[in-house]
């Protein structure tokens, strides 16, 4: 009853299995999703958004991610625990997503970090790899620089297929040990799971990647608008209205609590 290990899912692709990754935040869903047996939770910077209500994964910082990622961790028992480096805290220099990196390893528990980007930051991989931490890579559709995409859109159409598949290529030569694909053609994250010994992990990827994330709040129908990639799997918004609603009611009406909710 150990914890899933970079060396499992590496094996899992050997075998052809599909593995699903889905987002954590907190002790309660991170404790639900580790017993449903996701053997991947990912503390994303999405947390900018659900957690902390921003519009975009920039404003989120290493010490906003630290507590998250601490209670996620704390709160699992078979889940590899993977923290995203937020913006700002690893494009610098190698030495700097270390510092970062550290952090959520030490500070947060996680046992992989993951950093976006592809080429550019193969120096940080090659740094937090050389000093024992599991780096997950993240191409195509990379949040953190959406200013520089201009959008959020999908990426790799046409000729920027190439140089994906480059990227992809040299996350693998860096030595990370997984890669998301975010937004691509389903045909071209056919071709990067192909081509890559790592795992792919899809989203908005099509099916033919090696496993698959969503964010759960999306996927669990909390998130007011979703992308075309996301499948609602449940309707926790109208159960939560539903239930605030009714509880308002009763407290308004005088029915709740009742007797069986109060001390003698
Ligand atoms: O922050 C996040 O939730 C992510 C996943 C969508 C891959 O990076
Ligand atoms: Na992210």
Same mark, same amino acid.
């Given at each position: 009853?150990?914890?899933?290990?970079?060396?499992?899912?590496?094996?899992?692709?050997?075998?052809?299995?599909?593995?699903?990754?889905?987002?954590?935040?907190?002790?309660?869903?991170?404790?639900?999703?580790?017993?449903?047996?996701?053997?991947?939770?990912?503390?994303?910077?999405?947390?900018?958004?659900?957690?902390?209500?921003?519009?975009?994964?920039?404003?989120?910082?290493?010490?906003?991610?630290?507590?998250?990622?601490?209670?996620?961790?704390?709160?699992?028992?078979?889940?590899?625990?993977?923290?995203?480096?937020?913006?700002?805290?690893?494009?610098?220099?190698?030495?700097?997503?270390?510092?970062?990196?550290?952090?959520?390893?030490?500070?947060?528990?996680?046992?992989?970090?993951?950093?976006?980007?592809?080429?550019?930051?193969?120096?940080?991989?090659?740094?937090?790899?050389?000093?024992?931490?599991?780096?997950?890579?993240?191409?195509?559709?990379?949040?953190?620089?959406?200013?520089?995409?201009?959008?959020?859109?999908?990426?790799?159409?046409?000729?920027?297929? #190439? /140089? +994906?598949? &480059?990227?992809?290529?040299?996350?693998? =030569?860096?030595? $990370?040990?997984? *890669? @998301?694909?975010?937004?691509? !053609?389903?045909?071209?994250?056919?071709?990067?799971?192909?081509?890559?010994?790592?795992?792919?992990?899809?989203?908005?990827?099509?099916?033919?990647?090696?496993?698959?994330?969503?964010?759960?709040?999306?996927?669990?129908?909390?998130?007011?608008?979703?992308?075309?990639?996301?499948?609602?799997? #449940? /309707? +926790?918004? &109208?159960?939560?209205?539903?239930?605030? =609603?009714?509880? $308002?009611?009763? *407290? @308004?009406?005088?029915?709740? !609590?009742?007797?069986?909710?109060?001390?003698?």
């Amino acid at each position: 009853n150990r914890r899933v290990t970079v060396r499992d899912l590496a094996l899992a692709k050997q075998r052809g299995e599909r593995w699903p990754m889905l987002t954590a935040y907190d002790a309660l869903t991170s404790r639900v999703f580790d017993e449903a047996g996701i053997p991947v939770l990912l503390v994303g910077d999405s947390a900018a958004m659900v957690v902390f209500g921003y519009d975009s994964t920039l404003p989120v910082t290493i010490d906003d991610m630290v507590p998250l990622t601490a209670a996620v961790s704390r709160s699992t028992k078979r889940a590899l625990v993977v923290a995203d480096l937020t913006f700002g805290s690893y494009q610098g220099s190698a030495e700097q997503a270390l510092a970062a990196a550290s952090r959520l390893m030490k500070d947060g528990g996680a046992q992989a970090v993951k950093l976006e980007g592809g080429r550019r930051i193969a120096p940080q991989v090659e740094t937090l790899v050389s000093a024992g931490i599991p780096v997950m890579g993240h191409i195509g559709l990379t949040p953190q620089s959406v200013n520089v995409l201009g959008g959020y859109r999908v990426q790799g159409r046409g000729e920027a297929g #190439a /140089d +994906l598949l &480059a990227d992809a290529k040299e996350l693998e =030569r860096a030595g $990370a040990f997984a *890669v @998301v694909l975010e937004c691509v !053609p389903a045909d071209l994250a056919a071709e990067v799971t192909a081509q890559l010994t790592i795992p792919t992990i899809g989203i908005g990827a099509g099916v033919h990647t090696d496993a698959q994330v969503l964010v759960w709040q999306d996927m669990a129908g909390l998130t007011p608008h979703v992308a075309k990639f996301v499948k609602t799997y #449940a /309707d +926790l918004g &109208a159960s939560l209205t539903a239930a605030a =609603r009714s509880y $308002a009611e009763e *407290v @308004v009406a005088g029915t709740f !609590p009742e007797e069986r909710h109060s001390y003698s």
